[in-house]
């Protein structure tokens, strides 16, 4: 949120005492109050000046409020509009709202309440406007992928991707599952200079180190027994573009050797080939891992990792960016729009996204969003309709240890433990190996292993 004195705000009404008393009190709250005494007044304003919040009263001559905040939001979309009056009903507030009012104050306006109401109303026109223009950048930048956040670190991180993007170095990106290094990746390639050619991400976790020297590197006709014909690599595929190495951390030392070379070259050789082939592409590579700590530990070529990386781009995790997900959030209801519904966020609701830590991180609270409105049956997302994880405020406690019984075996006991676990956390499995210990594709053989065994594992 800007500070007060950055907020200007539209005050109108017929009553003059009115006006100036409540423009007074807005004043020593540090806006700026601009004052029209009626309706007509109002909409020559609104279409000199900018403003961020227009209070208006309803009864008003010939230009009543109502018509004045349709002025307001058709000459800014995203701005809020607060009804005052002297003649509240039920029916009537009914109806402003209905129309697009932010809240209908019955007049004797209690001050405390309109400032309350003043910066809910402003935070999200700005929220609004923030939007409004990534949507504009992405647009003028022809589709140049935004990473979404205002947040310090995610200020510097923009300012680094927009700089680094036009050299042609090597870049290594870190940062925890879910926080956005493809996103990065992508950002970097589409501003850089090769963004007219291709763009290959390669996942170094997904494929055995045979499979990933043919993919990469292709192989000669005949060069094993079905080797039919001549193939090219995705390297040669991607000669003049943009490589991306994911997970870099995954790739086998022995494959890290031949990448070392193609970095040092600029040159790959085909399975079964002897000719050299220069090929001329931009590296980036991604990891959630530590990659410091897997040199001295061994895992890790520590020249690989002074050739890899000549730059670090690092993502904070989104708990570290807590002011930013006011942002996200409103950029995954844009982006994951509802067919006829407009849909919106509780402010209870946004307490409990702001409260949670996200394992996930942004890539998590975009599937919190998609399956909030996919159960959202009205127009505002509460608390009921997010996960039990944000909504449960005690923490989980681990199972009794009770369970473990001395006359069973230390795989039945594993067993029990095991599936309490899964019991607790209501199956979800990523939440489980995290409590246990474990990672999620040990833990998933081991409920396999349960199933054939005829055990059921929930």
Known sequence: MPENRNIAILLVDDEVINLHNVGHFLEQQDFQVTTAEN???????LHQSHFDLVITDLKMGDIDGVQVMNTAKELHP?????????????????????????????????????????????????LRREISRLKRRIKAQQGTTQFIGQNPAILALKDSIVRFAQLDCNILITGETGTGKELVARTIYELSPRGDKRFLPINCGAMTEELMVNELFGHEKDAYTDAGALRNGLLESANGGVVLFDEIGEMPLTMQVKLLRVLQERKIIRV???????????????????????????????DLYYRLNVVNLHIPPLRDRKDDIPLLVNYFLAKHPLSGRSISVSREALRRLQEYDYPGNARELENIIERSLALCDSSEIKPYHLPSELTHSPQFQPPNLEIINSSKSLGENEREYILSVLKSVDGNKTKAAKIIGIDRVSLWRKLKKYENNGIESG
């Not at 701005?79 to 005052?84: H, L």
């Not at 507030?93 to 104050?105: I, K, R, T, W």
């Not at 220069?278 to 530590?290: E, F, Q, S």
Request: glycine fraction near 6%; aromatic fraction near 6%; charged fraction near 25%.
């Open 39 to 45: 309706g007509k007044e109002a909409n020559s304003l």
């Open 78 to 126: 995203e701005i809020e509009v607060i009804i005052v009056t002297g003649y509240a009903t039920v029916n009537s507030a009914v109806d402003v709202m209905a129309q697009g009012a932010f809240y209908y104050l019955p007049k004797p306006i209690k001050l405390k309440e309109l400032h309350a109401l003043v910066l809910r109303a402003t935070e999200k026109t700005m």
């Open 272 to 302: 079964g080939g002897t000719k050299e082939i220069p090929i001329d592409i931009r590296v980036l590579a991604a990891t959630n891992r530590d990659l410091k700590e897997e040199v001295q530990k061994g895992s890790f070529r520590q």
